[in-house]
């Protein structure tokens, strides 16, 4: 994403909070607020061009597990995300038109709720019926998988096991289906 859409981004967000409900936006505020006290420990963004592992496994919201291994050779979207964030709430439709219009072509989509609670993940799931993988990034998946800091992040991991994208913030529509050229 080029920086100054970014920026315009953030000033919308910052904007967008301020002229919001107070209940609302005090819960938005607060959330924002412990993230980016979390972030400031956050890892960096992994480098273009870098190997990354996933690990082994990985346990779904849904009680079922992923063998990444079964993934060798696709492309795979890891996607940091929150129910209660604005922004992933916009960006995670379009992950699902990727997903369904992609998947056949070898991609994968794996999206990591940062909730406090797993709890809270399977109602807004219900609401929304996303059909790719969903893991909650609980403490022991976060140290295989640490999240870089903002929200929602995107990493696109190439067939061949190398980082081709690492976005922090929302993605818009045209930028997620641009995915589709590391197919």
Same mark, same amino acid.
């Given at each position: 994403?080029?920086?100054?859409?970014?920026?315009?981004?953030?000033?919308?967000?910052?904007?967008?909070?301020?002229?919001?409900?107070?209940?609302?936006?005090?819960s938005?505020?607060?959330?924002?607020?412990?993230?980016?006290?979390?972030?400031?420990?956050?890892?960096?963004?992994p480098?273009?061009?870098?190997?990354?592992?996933?690990?082994?496994?990985?346990e779904?919201?849904?009680?079922?597990?992923?063998?990444?291994?079964?993934w060798?050779?696709?492309?795979?979207?890891?996607?940091?995300?929150?129910?209660?964030?604005?922004?992933?709430?916009?960006?995670?439709?379009?992950?699902?038109a990727?997903?369904?219009?992609?998947?056949?072509?070898?991609?994968?989509?794996?999206?990591?709720?940062?909730?406090?609670?797993?709890?809270?993940?399977?109602?807004?799931?219900?609401?929304?019926?996303?059909?790719?993988?969903v893991?909650?990034?609980?403490?022991a998946?976060?140290?295989?998988?640490?999240?870089?800091?903002?929200?929602?992040?995107?990493?696109?991991?190439? @067939?061949?096991? @190398?980082?081709?994208?690492?976005?922090s913030?929302?993605?818009?529509?045209?930028?997620?289906?641009?995915?589709?050229?590391?197919?």
């Amino acid at each position: 994403m080029n920086p100054q859409r970014r920026t315009h981004l953030k000033w919308l967000a910052a904007a967008l909070a301020a002229a919001s409900a107070p209940v609302w936006a005090q819960s938005v505020a607060e959330q924002a607020g412990a993230l980016e006290k979390k972030d400031k420990k956050a890892v960096p963004l992994p480098k273009e061009g870098s190997l990354f592992a996933l690990p082994p496994a990985v346990e779904l919201i849904d009680g079922t597990t992923v063998q990444t291994k079964d993934w060798a050779g696709k492309v795979v979207v890891l996607e940091y995300w929150a129910t209660w964030c604005p922004f992933c709430a916009r960006q995670m439709p379009h992950v699902e038109a990727l997903y369904q219009k992609e998947h056949h072509r070898g991609l994968e989509v794996l999206a990591l709720s940062i909730d406090k609670k797993a709890a809270d993940i399977p109602p807004f799931l219900k609401t929304k019926n996303y059909t790719f993988p969903v893991a909650w990034l609980s403490p022991a998946l976060a140290k295989v998988l640490p999240k870089p800091a903002g929200l929602p992040v995107t990493i696109v991991i190439g @067939r061949d096991g @190398r980082v081709k994208l690492a976005e922090s913030g929302e993605m818009f529509a045209e930028d997620l289906a641009g995915i589709a050229k590391f197919l």
